[in-house]
């Protein structure tokens, strides 16, 4: 008895063809895609700039209320409404020299 081998036809090979761009496929997606590992990496280091940039913010936010704390009628801090005085108004005291 004779046994005929066939080689592989045409239709295996296209199958393997196709099942290797699929996976050729998603394993770029996954890698570069719009939501693949590089766009999340890209994410979270904008995140913590944001995160930074808010904190900076907040510190501003509590300088500023501290200070209008200070300059309102209820409670008049006399040192800080001369030196807001003298930068905003461009004033200054009789007994005083100026050098530039």
Do not use: H
Request: one cysteine or more; glycine letters at 6%.
């Amino acid at each position: 008895m004779t046994t005929n081998r066939k080689s592989p036809g045409l239709t295996t090979l296209l199958i393997c063809s196709v099942l290797f761009c699929m996976g050729a496929y998603f394993t770029f997606a996954a890698v570069q895609g719009d939501y693949g590992i590089f766009r999340r990496v890209q994410v979270e280091a904008e995140t913590a700039q944001l995160r930074a940039e808010l904190d900076a913010l907040e510190l501003q936010v509590a300088e500023m209320r501290n200070k209008t704390r200070r300059l309102s009628d209820g409670y008049l801090d006399l040192d800080l409404l001369d030196m807001q005085a003298r930068d905003v108004l461009g004033l200054m005291r009789a007994d005083e020299i100026i050098i530039r």
